[in-house]
C-alpha cells in the first residue's frame, strides 16, 4: 500500500489530512498528483463517473450525513459491477458548502463504510468549497472481459438480481413527508453487486446493466445497445412486499442488476451463495429492433430517471 503524501499548510489541505485520517487505511496514497495503479496482465482498465449534488439526487432531510457519503458512492461502484469489473480504487471529488463543514467526517464515514463494502480504497480525489454539497466519484476496475450491454442475442434468458420497488416506494412516502418504514433501509444502503456479477459471467452471462434509471427505462437502454427485442414477464418481476408492480418495473435507484445469458442460470444456486435472489424474468425475442415488451404487448415509454428533468 502506497503511503499518504504529506501536505503543507493551508485549511483545504488540514481537511485533507482529517479525511486521511479518518479513512485510515481505507486510503492510500492521497496528496501526490495523481494516482498510480498497476492493472493485472491481460486485464482491461474499466472506470466510471457518477455526480451526487444536493437537492438532485438527495434531500438532507432525507439521509444522514454518512448514508449520503455511502449512497453516493454505492452508485459509482454499482457500474463496476454492471461490467463484472473488480474495483481497484476510487477517486472522490467533494465540493463543501459552509453549512456542511461540520459534517464533512461523517459524510467521510459514509465513503468509507463503500469502501468496506467494494474491498477497495480511495486513491485520490478534490476538494472544493461551493453553494451545494457535491460528491462526484470515479471508480477504477479491471476486468478481463468485461461485461457489456451489447451481448444480448434472441433466445437469450433475462434474469434480474434481488427485489424491486423499495428505493421509489420510500422516495414516494418521504416526498409526502411520510416514514419510509420497512422501504428505508433499500434507499439509504443500496448494495453494489460487485462479486454478484463477476458470478453470473463465470456462469454464462453475456450482458448486463445496473438498474439506476428502472428496469424497464434500464432495459430499453440494453436492447438499444444490442439491437433487439426484450419481452419482459411482470409477473415474474420479483419486489418487495406492499410494492406495486409498476413501481418495481420503473422505479429507479435500485442498483440490482439485469443480466442477459444464452443458457439457464441457476437461481437457487445464487441465493445460495450470496443471499439475494436472482429471477428469470424474460426473453430476448428478436433481432429485428430494439424495444422493451411486456408479455408481448408494446409499453408506454417511460424514460426512468433523467438528471435533466424534474
Given amino acids: 500500500m502506497t503511503e499518504n503524501v504529506p501536505l503543507g499548510p493551508g485549511a483545504e489541505f488540514d481537511a485533507i489530512r ?3 485520517d479518518r479513512w485510515g487505511a481505507r486510503a492510500s496514497g492521497l496528496g501526490d498528483d495523481a494516482a498510480v495503479l ?8 474499466v472506470a466510471s463517473v457518477d455526480s451526487a449534488v444536493e437537492g438532485r439526487h438527495f434531500k438532507r432531510e432525507w439521509l444522514s450525513p454518512r448514508e449520503i457519503g455511502y449512497r453516493s458512492v454505492v452508485a459509482a461502484l454499482s457500474d463496476l459491477a454492471a461490467m463484472a469489473a473488480q474495483p481497484i480504487g476510487v477517486l472522490v471529488a467533494l465540493t463543501i458548502p459552509d453549512a456542511w463543514r461540520d459534517q464533512l467526517l461523517e459524510v467521510a464515514d459514509g465513503i468509507g463504510d463503500a469502501m468496506d463494502v467494494a474491498r477497495t480504497r480511495i486513491v485520490g480525489g478534490n476538494l472544493s468549497g461551493g ?6 466519484t470515479t471508480v477504477l476496475g479491471t476486468a478481463f472481459a468485461p461485461l457489456t450491454r451489447a451481448g444480448a ?8 438480481t434481488g427485489a424491486l420497488g423499495g428505493p421509489a416506494a420510500a422516495v414516494r412516502l418521504l416526498s409526502r413527508g411520510e416514514q419510509a418504514g420497512a422501504f428505508r433501509d433499500r434507499f439509504a ?4 453487486r460487485l462479486d454478484e456479477a463477476r ?22 437502454h440494453l436492447a438499444a445497445a444490442s439491437r433487439v427485442v426484450i419481452d419482459v414477464d411482470d409477473n415474474q418481476v420479483p419486489r418487495l412486499g406492499g410494492v406495486d408492480v409498476s413501481l418495481a418495473m420503473h422505479g429507479g435507484d435500485e442498483y440490482e442488476l439485469v443480466v442477459g445469458s444464452p443458457g439457464e442460470i441457476d437461481c437457487a444456486e445464487f441465493e445460495r451463495r450470496f443471499g439475494v435472489r436472482l429471477s428469470e424474468i424474460g426473453r430476448v425475442v428478436d433481432a429485428s429492433g430494439s424495444d422493451v415488451t411486456v408479455r408481448g404487448a408494446r409499453v408506454a415509454y417511460a424514460a426512468g430517471y433523467d438528471h435533466f428533468s424534474r
Avoid: N
Fill in 18 to 20: 482529517q479525511l486521511a
Fill in 199 to 220: 458470478w453470473l459471467v463465470e456462469r454464462g452471462a453475456s450482458a448486463g446493466i445496473d438498474i439506476s434509471d428502472g428496469l424497464i427505462a434500464d432495459l430499453r
Fill in 131 to 136: 453553494d451545494e454539497l457535491s460528491i462526484t
Fill in 189 to 192: 444502503h443500496p448494495m453494489p
Fill in 38 to 45: 498497476r492493472l493485472p496482465r491481460g486485464d482491461a482498465l
Fill in 153 to 160: 442475442r434472441p433466445g437469450d434468458r433475462i434474469y434480474v
